[in-house]
Every structure is written in structure tokens, then in C-alpha cells.
């Protein structure tokens, strides 16, 4: 949503999980507070957060503020599915995509190029990004 590149580990082997992570340079963000006791996270040679809430606005604000995440900050840049960059799309291209209650108030629309969403800058995306923004002002 933040427009950071993620991928959801649904495998059951942790070490596949840290390899992977190790060698596409991720950050891991688990509830499992045993794997923050592997040794290559204690040595602080793979990065990662032990999420405390149960909350996910609480999970996402203990992600910015422990990741400091505001540098690459661009919402909805990245289809929430897909992980993959979204397209700029013209209003003509989109209009038998959405809504017709979309298209008469929407002029911005994106499209995911492997699962062809379409996402325009609807009051969800202006709530979320306020969040967002709120959760990024230091105190
Ligand atoms: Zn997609």
C-alpha cells in the first residue's frame, strides 16, 4: 500500500524464508519471536521487525517507525496483489474497467500489468494515505 516492495513468505521452513530474504536484500516483518532468535538476526546481518500489536494500523505504524520508512514513500505504486509496479492508464483506456460513478469523478487511474486492477484515487486511497502521513509525523 506504502509502495514498498513485499513479498509474503507461505512456506513453513523459516530458513527458506531468511535465505530468501538474504538474497533479495529484504527486511523480515514476523509475529514469531523465535526466529528473531536466529543467529544471523542477532548479528544483525539480516534485518527484522518482531511485530508487538494485533492491530494492523498498530502493525503498520511500528513498521514505519522502526524502519524510519518515509525516504521511498510513494502509496499505491505497487498493486496490493501483485507486488508489481502499477501503469499510468487514460481515462478513455479505463472507462469500461470501472464504474460508471467512477469514471465521472475519477480523472487518475493505474493498472497492475499482471492482474490488470484498476486503481484510481478514491476517498479509500486519500483515507489511506492521510493515515499513512499521520503515522510518519515524528513526534
Ligand atoms: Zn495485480
Known amino acids: 500500500m506504502m509502495g514498498y516492495d513485499t513479498l509474503l513468505f507461505?512456506?513453513?521452513?523459516?530458513?527458506?524464508?531468511?535465505?530468501?530474504?538474504?538474497?533479495?536484500?529484504?527486511?523480515?516483518?514476523?509475529?514469531?519471536?523465535?526466529?528473531?532468535?536466529?543467529?544471523?538476526?542477532?548479528?544483525?546481518?539480516?534485518k527484522a521487525v518482531l511485530i508487538t500489536s494485533d492491530e494492523p494500523e498498530q502493525?503498520?505504524?511500528?513498521?514505519?517507525?522502526?524502519?524510519?520508512l518515509d525516504c521511498q514513500f510513494r502509496p499505491f505504486s505497487i498493486c496490493l496483489e501483485?507486488?508489481?509496479?502499477?501503469?499510468?492508464?487514460?481515462?478513455?483506456?479505463?472507462?469500461?474497467?470501472?464504474?460508471?460513478?467512477?469514471?465521472?469523478?475519477?480523472e487518475q487511474y493505474v493498472e497492475c500489468p499482471v492482474c490488470h486492477r484498476i486503481y484510481w484515487k478514491g476517498t479509500h486511497w486519500q483515507a489511506m494515505t492521510r493515515k499513512i502521513e499521520n503515522f510518519m509525523k515524528k513526534p
Open 59 to 68: 502493525q503498520m505504524k511500528q513498521v514505519i517507525e522502526t524502519l524510519d
Open 82 to 106: 501483485c507486488n508489481q509496479p502499477l501503469v499510468e492508464r487514460s481515462k478513455e483506456d479505463v472507462e469500461k474497467l470501472v464504474p460508471p460513478h467512477v469514471f465521472q469523478a475519477q
Open 10 to 46: 507461505t512456506g513453513s521452513d523459516d530458513w527458506e524464508m531468511v535465505v530468501t530474504a538474504l538474497r533479495e536484500e529484504r527486511v523480515v516483518v514476523t509475529k514469531d519471536s523465535q526466529i528473531m532468535k536466529r543467529g544471523v538476526i542477532t548479528s544483525g546481518r539480516l
